[in-house]
């Protein structure tokens, strides 16, 4: 069964140092999205990304986010500079933009360890 | 803003219990409805997912129901089972070109042996 799949799972760095966030979502899906989950809290979307613009972010996803679609396969998401309070797990997911289902389908995640 | 709630937030029943999970969201103008299970450390594996049309949903064991007017959900497990253990998130998208999902923070389960 078709899944998405992210690297690395676990991704240990230094306040203040860049991170890139990679992501295959499912092959046919065309709507992508990040999520992230700070430890004991809810999952919170960060932004949406659609025929290659964001379609929607929220107020997390301010100026040291960056989302990409580098290629026909990956989607990444860049920290510039990153703070403690980023260390989160991040989560990223697909769906499919036709059809009567938009249910999206997740990564097992990336854990971002900001020291 | 979009507010889910799920009660409770951490539930422990023996082996073979039917049981019900509470998902309740503060605006009804949504579009769908998916839970989730989430393992310790994992990933979100979606289980399933009602359109806001639909009543309720059925895969396997598990049942889940929609009250839109009330801004409620629940999930049902019939005959639990250790595996069943994990966190179960519901989540809600609404309407028109907004596609996030907004999430509750979950229920526990822990089924014992």
């Known amino acids: 069964e078709p899944e998405v799949t992210q690297t690395p799972s676990h991704q240990v760095t230094q306040m203040g140092q860049e991170v890139i966030l990679r992501c295959v979502p499912i092959?046919?899906?065309?709507?992508f999205y990040w999520y992230r989950q700070i430890l004991g809290q809810k999952v919170e979307f960060l932004v949406s990304?659609?025929?290659?613009?964001?379609?929607?972010k929220s107020e997390i996803f301010d100026d040291q986010f960056s989302v990409e679609r580098p290629d026909g396969s990956n989607f990444t998401l860049k920290i510039r500079s990153t703070k403690l309070e980023d260390s989160a797990m991040y989560f990223c997911a697909s769906s499919l933009f036709r059809g009567a289902s938009y249910e999206q389908y997740f990564g097992p995640g990336t854990r971002l360890t900001v020291t | 803003k979009q507010e889910v709630t799920q009660i409770p937030a951490a539930l422990s029943v023996p082996e073979g219990e039917n049981l019900v999970l509470n998902c309740s969201f503060t605006d009804s103008a949504i579009y769908n409805l998916q839970w989730f299970r989430q393992d310790p450390g994992k990933g979100l594996t979606s289980l399933l997912l009602i359109q806001s049309s639909q009543r309720e949903q059925t895969s396997g064991r598990l049942n889940a129901s929609l009250d839109k007017s009330s801004g409620r959900s629940t999930l049902y497990i019939a005959a639990s089972q250790p595996g069943d253990s994990a966190t179960y998130l519901c989540a809600v998208r609404l309407g028109g070109s907004n596609y996030k999902l907004t999430f509750g923070k979950g229920t526990l389960l822990t089924v014992n042996p």
């Open positions: 092959s046919n899906h065309l709507y």
């Open positions: 990304f659609y025929n290659n613009e964001i379609s929607e």
